[in-house]
């Protein structure tokens, strides 16, 4: 992958191949806490389509575990109770969707979740997971229910894609550029800014973060960018916000 293609991509399966096999090729890993915060956040985008409270509650405790704050109790309690939803049903479409929208909430908030022998692997288990949930309980499964046109299934199908790239390309950023982060950009002021959106989910607040690093002497036109582009869907593992708070 070329860096154009990565910046104009709507493949997200190809984007994380494409992590996942240049940083092996170069002697590093992909970093476990930003594959379990993206696999969070493409779980919240289909948040209120979640049909069981502990599918919820694994979120969150997820989010927890991905800064090392969950409890091996509260991990090990929300696993179980997941495992426990009803296996798939293969009755009629209404029926299958349904319980599709558990069992792949629950497949992908537990891979959140484990931690087998090697975190790193378990992390990237639960990017693939979060990667397959349109098909089964984001907005293409309701409207996949009510939509006769397969043409409008797949623009559907496409728009959530779409997002989940987005996504990647706020939590990693541009692999093709490395960029060092001034440790003056890295004040009181824009740590309290930082530290405040990240605790508070209060990303609103990003241009203000943006303007505040320009006045440590930033002129990073893309980072600034970032900070200021409204049409980005900020989330928890936002790599300039990591930067600051030195993730």
């Given at each position: 992958?070329?860096?154009?293609?990565w910046i104009?991509?709507?493949?997200?399966?190809?984007?994380?191949?494409?992590?996942?096999?240049?940083?092996?090729?170069?002697?590093?890993?992909?970093?476990?806490?930003?594959?379990?915060?993206?696999?969070?956040?493409?779980?919240?985008?289909?948040?209120?389509?979640?049909?069981?409270?502990?599918?919820?509650?694994?979120?969150?405790?997820?989010?927890?575990?991905?800064?090392?704050?969950?409890?091996?109790?509260?991990?090990?309690?929300?696993?179980?109770?997941?495992?426990?939803?009803p296996d798939?049903?293969?009755g009629s479409?209404?029926?299958?969707?349904?319980?599709?929208?558990?069992?792949?909430?629950?497949?992908?908030?537990?891979?959140?979740?484990?931690?087998?022998?090697?975190?790193?692997?378990?992390?990237?288990?639960?990017?693939?997971?979060?990667?397959?949930?349109?098909?089964?309980?984001?907005?293409?499964?309701?409207?996949?229910?009510?939509?006769?046109?397969?043409?409008?299934?797949?623009?559907?199908?496409?728009?959530?894609?779409?997002?989940?790239?987005?996504?990647?390309?706020?939590?990693?950023?541009?692999?093709?550029?490395?960029?060092?982060?001034?440790?003056?950009?890295?004040?009181?002021?824009?740590?309290?800014?930082?530290?405040?959106?990240?605790?508070?989910?209060?990303?609103?607040?990003?241009?203000?973060?943006?303007?505040?690093?320009?006045?440590?002497?930033?002129?990073?036109?893309?980072?600034?960018?970032?900070?200021?582009?409204?049409?980005?869907?900020?989330?928890?593992?936002?790599?300039?916000?990591?930067?600051?708070?030195?993730?």
């Open positions: 992958m070329y860096e154009d293609e104009g991509s709507t493949d997200a399966f190809k984007m994380l191949e494409h992590l996942r096999f240049e940083l092996w090729s170069s002697a590093e890993n992909i970093d476990e806490r930003k594959q379990r915060l993206f696999a969070c956040a493409c779980c919240r985008r289909i948040w209120e389509l979640i049909p069981h409270e502990i599918g919820r509650e694994a979120i969150l405790i997820a989010e927890a575990h991905a800064d090392d704050h969950a409890s091996e109790s509260d991990i090990r309690r929300v696993t179980d109770s997941l495992r426990d939803l798939p049903y293969f479409f209404g029926r299958f969707a349904e319980i599709l929208r558990s069992e792949a909430g629950a497949e992908s908030m537990v891979s959140v979740l484990e931690d087998h022998d090697q975190r790193d692997t378990a992390a990237l288990l639960a990017c693939y997971s979060a990667l397959l949930l349109p098909q089964f309980i984001s907005p293409i499964a309701e409207a996949a229910r009510s939509m006769t046109s397969s043409e409008k299934r797949y623009e559907v199908a496409a728009e959530e894609q779409k997002a989940h790239c987005d996504l990647i390309r706020e939590i990693f950023g541009n692999p093709f550029r490395h960029r060092e982060f001034d440790a003056r950009w890295k004040n009181e002021t824009t740590q309290k800014l930082a530290r405040s959106m990240y605790d508070d989910r209060t990303f609103q607040i990003m241009p203000i973060l943006g303007d505040a690093i320009e006045e440590a002497g930033c002129t990073d036109d893309t980072l600034l960018s970032h900070c200021r582009d409204e049409g980005i869907t900020h989330v928890r593992g936002c790599w300039v916000v990591d930067s600051v708070l030195g993730f």
